[in-house]
């Protein structure tokens, strides 16, 4: 966990693209669209966090990305309607890669994993000793997913904070992230998954199928892969909605393998939920914000107490390295050293003389 978060740290400052597509084009401004202020942005903000909270405790991965487009569509259509949004880059950047990338990494996965056993299976042989050399590659192809988790998630929060001083005339419209606000959600993200990120890994690791090395490795080089390329192209994706549709590409792909598909079916059910609930969210704290300077208040005592009920609950059955690891052995290891069992001597019969 501990290189999950320092890969995260350093990935937020290797490209912005995402941060762009969120502070510009998501909702309409000028002539025709609608005034971004500070309040609106603090509404979405509370819809988001209120949202990422509650799977959290739940422990379904959820996109944070889309919870944050979420509050800001809710707060943007109380402010001016649903005419406000642009619907052609929701589609584009959001819905269609949300839709495509856990498809296409899933079936780059089932066929790395039929790959990988096809190569490492001789004929007549159960299991082969090449393919151990997959636990070794996991170490890099996991450290990869990290990396692509800091450049693709960290980027929505750059994005939110460069609208704040955007409205408030601290910064021109249309330009990047600054260094300051960069660092600044580099290092959250990483303190985020280092402290918050068992729960998550628990329902990854055991929860959708037995992980084995080689359909391991397919999964995370393919989550790897699709969530760098959607980085560049600036696409919205949410990390685990890729690495879940990788985990159950490669399950299909291992034989004797089962998918938990009721595990699958509650991340999907979440997936569908998050952009409406998050707006829902959003949009009822826009609608408070519009109180004043009290409304402001309501809406930050209200969030406040929801995390923090949220986290005491959370206390009652905590997550972390002493139980998260337990439970993925029981489900199989990603990563197993075996060691060498000392062979037991023979003991001599004696004769009595």
């Known amino acids: 966990m501990t290189l999950a978060a320092v890969l995260n740290l350093i990935s ?23 005034q971004i202020d500070p309040a609106m942005i603090f509404a979405g903000l509370i819809g988001a966090v209120v949202w990422n909270v509650t799977t959290w405790l739940l422990g379904l991965p959820s996109s944070s990305s889309h919870a ?14 649903f005419a406000v949004i642009n619907y052609g880059v929701v589609v584009s950047k959001v819905l269609l890669p949300a839709v495509l990338a856990p498809l296409i990494a899933g079936t780059v996965a089932y066929l790395g994993t039929k790959l990988a056993y096809r190569i490492t299976t001789r004929k007549g042989q159960v299991a082969s000793p090449k393919r151990g050399g997959f636990r070794y590659g996991q170490i890099f192809s996991s450290s990869l997913v990290a990396l692509a988790h800091g450049t693709n998630d960290a980027q929505t929060t750059m994005g939110v904070i460069t609208l704040v001083l955007v ?64 980085s560049h192209l600036g696409f919205a994706l949410s990390t685990t909605q890729v690495a879940s549709g990788s985990a159950v590409g490669s399950g299909l792909g291992r034989k004797g393998a089962q998918v938990r598909w009721s595990t699958a079916r509650r991340i999907a059910v979440a997936w569908l939920l998050t952009l409406p609930a998050a707006a829902l969210v959003g949009a009822l704290a826009a609608f408070v914000a519009h109180l004043g300077i009290a409304g402001i208040i309501i809406d930050t005592v209200a969030g406040a107490l929801i995390i923090l009920v949220m986290f005491l609950v959370s206390r009652r059955n905590q997550v972390g390295h002493h139980n998260a690891i337990s439970e993925l052995d029981h489900a199989g290891e990603i990563v197993k050293i075996k060691s060498k069992k000392k062979k037991k001597k023979p003991q001599q019969v004696g004769v009595a003389e």
């Open 12 to 34: 937020a400052f290797l490209s912005t693209e995402v941060a762009k597509t969120i502070s510009g084009g998501l909702i309409r401004e000028g002539e025709g669209g609608i």
């Open 167 to 230: 409205a408030g005339g601290f910064q021109t419209a249309g330009s990047g992230p600054e260094f300051w606000v960069v660092a600044a959600c580099g290092l959250a993200i990483a303190i985020g998954t280092y402290s918050g990120g068992w729960r998550i890994m628990r329902t990854m690791g055991r929860g959708l199928t037995e992980v084995k090395p080689a359909p391991g490795f397919a999964a995370e080089s393919s989550t790897a892969s699709a969530i760098l390329a959607s």
């Open 68 to 81: 944050l487009f979420g509050g800001l569509i809710g707060a943007a259509i109380v402010g001016g309607g």
